[in-house]
């Protein structure tokens, strides 16, 4: 803490409780109908500083960036939780262990008795709370390196450090915000009114209009044109040109040979296109063009005879990580400790039965130490060059490795990645490291206001998943659980074996050398060229318009109008543009 104020309060504690448990209820209900969730953010913001500042005598920096942090700090379970119950329902042939969900005829008959739950329920909490701390002690030790790189700059921690700026400094500053979130109310208000008269003005699918063989649309979401304008203007750049290229150009030659089939949606082709070939080149981009990268790195460094450094390879990660569990005795001693009971856990559980319970350590070893770090990376890196994160990796370092050991089930797809140290912690703890001069807070504050929001929404999330399975049920009108019929699929293929070469293994070699040399030689960036590979046609174009507004503001008015003004603006843009868009898309789906 910056200013020597108390960031952590008894009254900061009680409203980011409050929020966390109304933003966990609502991501339980988006992520298992849809597979998406959003923060609260701004509200928070806006709520804090009217509640401390005008009902409650004043506040401070420090106090409001507390609720804010603890108030998007979520950890879950309703997803994983609500799969296997989903599972058991819905699979027959689906065979799950006792420790990890109760029986069928427990969850057929809807039972809750607590003694067919403890052991679950036990299992799933401790291994998150494991899980989450040694992400936390990665996130700690390396959030310097991933700090210095210009790159990452966060672009929804920016805007709410804006955002808390904005209430501070009042004046000017507040009004930019307040004129800039207004109008994107409007705007977005009105694109979502008319869908009631039959004029569609949020997204314009081009798909129908183009040659068989193109495929493109586009949203008219201007809240995803200031998330682009706050990205660095590299890699919001990097991923327009990419999408550009993938969608009009690569995929129509895909099509020509046969490679890929054309729909008449842009959706539907998406799909088509992203699991039949550009999810191999993007993965390697993204995983391989890392160790790419460090070998070229490491390269440079002996013919140049420096010791090079800085850029976030895996190798130059890894020997900081390695270096700060040294010099940090007590981090040391937590993350041996956890390693030991994880690896206990898999050996004697043995989620690879019937295979030998040597093949589950040794798998543990790989996801505990390698895969889990390789992921961590990746999704922090995305989270702070595009403020988006995907878990596409996983399909690679975890689903893929489990398949080749010979294993036909389901548990150890859900079981070994649960035990692994979380990827998804570092996104959410760096970002307030890098802006903790703007929020007046220090690393202690960070961590303390993450636990004040993790361990009431886990025990939320729990409670949440149980009642909608107890009183409402998945697959309904009311809760349709799209998320977990994709998934259901995903993994019977992989539990039954019938697996048709979901990576090419050429092609996701070839993207991580072009990965590598592309973060290297040139300005781009690898993740935006990933994600432009990766993400529907939809978001390339507001994305890439709002890096093409960013660039033409830095060279027009100079980099400090961005620090002055326009990240205001985007802040207040952003904020009232996607939450209408989340509330509307929920009220235009029920009518």
């Given amino acids: 803490m910056v200013s020597g104020r108390r960031s952590i309060t008894l009254r900061s504690v009680l409203l980011s409780i409050a929020l966390v448990s109304i933003a966990t209820c609502m991501n339980a209900y988006l992520g298992i109908n849809f597979g998406m969730g959003f923060g609260l953010g701004a509200i928070t913001v806006i709520i804090a500083y009217a509640l401390f500042s005008k009902l409650m005598g004043g506040t401070w920096r420090s106090e409001i960036s507390s609720v804010l942090i603890a108030s998007s700090s979520m950890l879950t379970a309703h997803y994983t939780l609500g799969f296997l119950i989903y599972l058991i329902e819905n699979e027959p042939q689906a065979s799950l262990p006792s420790w990890l969900v109760p029986s069928r005829d427990v969850i057929l008959g809807k039972i809750l008795d607590l003694k067919y739950w403890i052991g679950p329920l036990s299992f799933i909490i401790l291994a998150l709370l494991l899980s989450t701390i040694v992400g936390l002690i990665f996130s700690l030790i390396l959030s310097d390196e991933f700090i210095r790189s210009k790159k990452m700059v966060f672009p929804f921690t920016a805007i709410s450090a804006s955002l808390i700026d904005s209430c501070f400094k009042g004046g000017v500053v507040a009004k930019i915000v307040g004129y800039s979130a207004l109008a994107g109310f409007i705007i977005t208000l009105i694109q979502y009114l008319t869908k009631f008269i039959g004029l569609d003005l949020t997204s314009i699918d081009l798909t129908p209009m183009l040659p068989e063989g193109f495929a493109f649309a586009i949203s008219l979401s201007i809240g995803f044109m200031a998330v682009g304008y706050v990205m660095s203007a590299k890699v919001s750049l990097s991923l327009l040109f990419s999408g550009l290229f993938t969608y009009l150009v690569l995929a129509p030659i895909l099509v020509s040979y046969g490679v890929i089939k054309p729909a008449k949606t842009a959706m539907d082709f998406y799909n088509n296109l992203v699991f039949n070939f550009t999810i191999s080149p993007a993965l390697g981009i993204m995983i391989l063009g890392g160790f790419g990268l460090s070998i070229l790195l490491f390269i440079r460094s002996r013919l140049s005879g420096s010791r090079g450094g800085g850029e976030l390879g895996y190798a130059h990660l890894y020997k900081v990580l390695f270096k700060g569990l040294i010099e940090n005795k007590r981090y040391l001693l937590i993350l041996v400790s956890i390693a030991i009971a994880v690896h206990v856990l898999a050996y004697f559980l043995n989620p690879l039965n019937p295979l030998p319970p040597i093949t589950s ?48 089930g389901y548990a150890a797809y859900w079981v070994l990645p649960l035990l692994r140290p979380s990827p998804w912690v570092g996104s959410g703890v760096i970002c307030y490291l890098k802006y903790r001069r703007e929020f007046d807070v220090d690393a202690k504050d960070v961590v303390k206001a993450k636990f004040i929001g993790w361990i009431p929404s886990l025990i939320l999330s729990i409670i949440v998943v149980i009642f909608i399975w107890k009183f409402i049920g998945f697959g309904n009108e009311v809760m349709p659980a799209i998320s977990f019929l994709q998934l259901r699929f995903y993994y019977k293929m992989l539990a039954t074996g019938n697996i048709a070469g979901t990576v090419d293994p050429f092609l996701f070699i070839g993207g991580g050398i072009a990965g590598a040399l592309i973060e290297l030689l040139t300005p781009a960036s690898m993740i935006g060229v990933a994600m432009g590979m990766l993400l529907p046609p939809h978001y390339i174009l507001p994305f890439g318009l709002g890096g093409l507004l960013r660039l033409y503001t830095d060279r027009r008015f100079g980099s400090e109008f961005f620090k002055e003004k326009g990240r205001l603006i985007a802040a207040g843009v952003m904020t009232s543009s996607i939450l209408i868009q989340v509330l509307m898309s929920i009220v235009t789906a029920k009518l």
């Fill in 361 to 408: 350590l040794l798998f543990m070893a790989y996801a505990f130490f390698i895969a889990s770090f390789i992921e961590f990376v990746i999704i922090t890196k995305m989270a702070g060059e595009t403020g988006m994160s995907m878990g596409f990796a996983s399909m690679l370092l975890y689903d893929m490795p489990i398949f080749l050991t010979g294993y036909r």
